[in-house]
């Protein structure tokens, strides 16, 4: 017989409010300055940095995440393991990326984000895009990697199934990228997450992740 407690029902009714609420902005379609404007990267870091915040605060405020490593490493700096996790996770996301340009020209499906847009010159967004995809790393990797797979398996959720719905939340809210955005990104969850439950920690999934989108978004804009 199903477990229909009030703990795992209430657990649920957390996650999927937290998720509604960090991420409301893609959920409402809300517009968007154009794409890969100084704006626009601004926009992106402080979403983001607010996502962060809420993160913590909710998980500060719940028993079920008193004992989690993660928090802890916040307040920590990288250490060198750290760092040489996160060039693996980006190596390897980076060879995933070649695999997904070579998919997408075979099937004539491209990612909408990528289409030219007038822009500063990169050295003017440079400090910007470092600081939006460093925000980007964290916020995504804290939520869907660490915050909903912890809070779904309090809830009393499989450990797999709380992966899977973490990796298929993930890649629909990059629905704005179209299918092939939809599709990449649960290929990169999934690997994101197999890697989480190998002991990557926090740093090491954030900045790999953070320093993947950085080169991209710099081979996009060169």
């Given at each position: 017989m199903a477990d229909l407690s009030l703990k795992r029902f209430s657990g649920y009714i957390i996650m999927l409010l937290a998720y509604i609420t960090a991420w409301a902005d893609i959920l409402l379609a809300i517009p968007e300055p154009l794409a890969f404007s100084a704006l626009w990267f601004i926009s992106v870091l402080l979403k983001n940095v607010i996502r962060i915040a809420f993160v913590l605060y909710i998980a500060s405020q719940l028993t079920l995440?008193?004992?989690?490593?993660?928090?802890?490493?916040?307040?920590?700096?990288?250490?060198?393991?750290?760092a040489r996790q996160a060039l693996v996770v980006m190596f390897i996301s980076l060879g995933c990326a070649g695999?997904?340009?070579?998919?997408?020209?075979?099937?004539?499906?491209?990612?909408?984000?990528?289409?030219?847009?007038?822009?500063l010159p990169l050295l003017v967004l440079f400090p910007l895009l470092l600081?939006?995809?460093?925000?980007?790393?964290?916020?995504?990797?804290?939520?869907?990697r660490f915050f909903m797979i912890d809070g779904l398996m309090?809830?009393?959720?499989?450990?797999?199934?709380?992966?899977?719905?973490?990796?298929?939340?993930?890649?629909l809210s990059h629905h704005a990228q179209g299918i092939f955005g939809i599709g990449f990104a649960a290929v990169l969850a999934a690997f994101y997450t197999s890697l989480r439950f190998k002991g990557f920690g926090l740093h090491s999934l954030?900045?790999?992740?953070?320093?993947?989108?950085?080169i991209i978004l710099l081979i996009v804009l060169a």
């Open positions: 995440f008193a004992k989690s490593k993660w928090k802890e490493a916040l307040v920590q700096a990288p250490s060198r393991h750290d695999v997904g340009v070579l998919v997408s020209w075979l099937s004539g499906i491209a990612n909408p984000l990528f289409i030219a847009h007038n822009r600081l939006s995809s460093l925000s980007v790393g964290y916020a995504e990797e804290l939520f869907f309090e809830a009393g959720a499989p450990v797999n199934a709380a992966a899977v719905v973490s990796i298929l939340i993930f890649a954030a900045l790999g992740h953070a320093l993947y989108d950085g």
